[in-house]
């Protein structure tokens, strides 16, 4: 199902691959503008930017790194002067890290709360001040957070903070008509993930999912769409665990 979302502007970060690169996609399809952000990836952007462009649609690259604040305010800067306006923020640059809590060292810490935190609520604040009324926010948690799993403590503190950033922003928002929902992805079969994974602990990570697979990224961009869409005007601070039925 589509949703239209012509002469709607969308801004996604982390968007050169992965669940990102979905997300952008399927908001172009919709109709949607869009602004693709990347840290380092330039060449995938660019791609992405040209088979976005090849298909009709209108998007441009923009490197930033969301843990820096000036690079946040750039990369607002940057999409509204090329298109004017802002509709949809989607904050989906995130990090992760899978290491004992015993083990984590300082920079550790700071570097994922600065790209999973800071990024989010930094971006969160521009929204809030520059984000047409009726606007769209939606944050990437993961489903993580409510599972008991060793070795990610740092990794859910910050997707934690994501999800309560959310409830609180849905609220002062909400007299705008701004929607501010997130999205928690169980195990999903991106490069990312897969990476340094053998065949058995994919196949364990399946297992964990009542559909008994692991999620694809069309399908996290499906519900972004509808997030993002005039379907979803009624729906604001929740968290749509978007997992196949992880327990």
């Known amino acids: 199902m589509n949703h239209d979302l012509k ?10 691959r992965g669940i990102g690169r979905a997300i952008a996609e399927r908001l172009s399809r919709d109709g949607a503008a ?13 791609e992405l930017v040209s088979k976005i462009e090849s298909a009709g649609g209108e998007a441009f690259a923009i490197q930033a790194d969301v843990a ?4 946040v305010v750039r990369l607002f800067d940057e999409t509204i002067a090329r298109f004017g306006k802002l509709d949809i923020l989607v904050n989906n640059a995130g990090i992760m890290s899978t290491k004992p809590v015993s083990a984590v060292t300082e920079a550790e810490f700071d570097r994922i709360f600065a790209v999973n935190v800071k990024g989010t609520f ?6 809030a001040t520059r984000m047409a009324d009726g606007g769209r926010i939606i944050n990437l948690s993961s489903s993580t957070t409510a599972r ?8 859910v503190a910050t997707k934690g903070a994501v999800e309560q950033l959310t409830r609180s922003l ?16 169980g195990p999903t079969e991106t490069e990312l993930f897969m990476d340094g994974k053998t065949p ?9 999912a009542a559909l008994g697979r692991l999620g694809q990224p069309a399908e996290i961009a499906n519900v972004v769409a ?22």
């Open 200 to 208: 058995e602990q994919l196949q364990r990570f399946a297992q964990q």
């Open 122 to 127: 930094f971006a969160c604040q521009q929204a």
């Open 148 to 155: 008991m799993m060793p070795n990610y403590g740092t990794y």
């Open 7 to 16: 002469g709607k502007v969308a801004l996604v970060t982390g968007a050169s």
């Open 226 to 247: 509808f997030l993002a869409s005039d379907a979803a005007a009624w729906v604001t601070g929740q968290n749509l665990r978007v997992n196949g039925g992880i327990a």
């Open 68 to 71: 820096r604040v000036a690079d």
């Open 34 to 46: 869009v602004a693709v952000n990347y840290a380092s990836q330039t060449a995938a952007a660019r």
């Open 170 to 185: 849905a609220g002062e928002l909400g007299p705008r008509r701004i929607t501010v929902n997130a999205i928690s992805p």
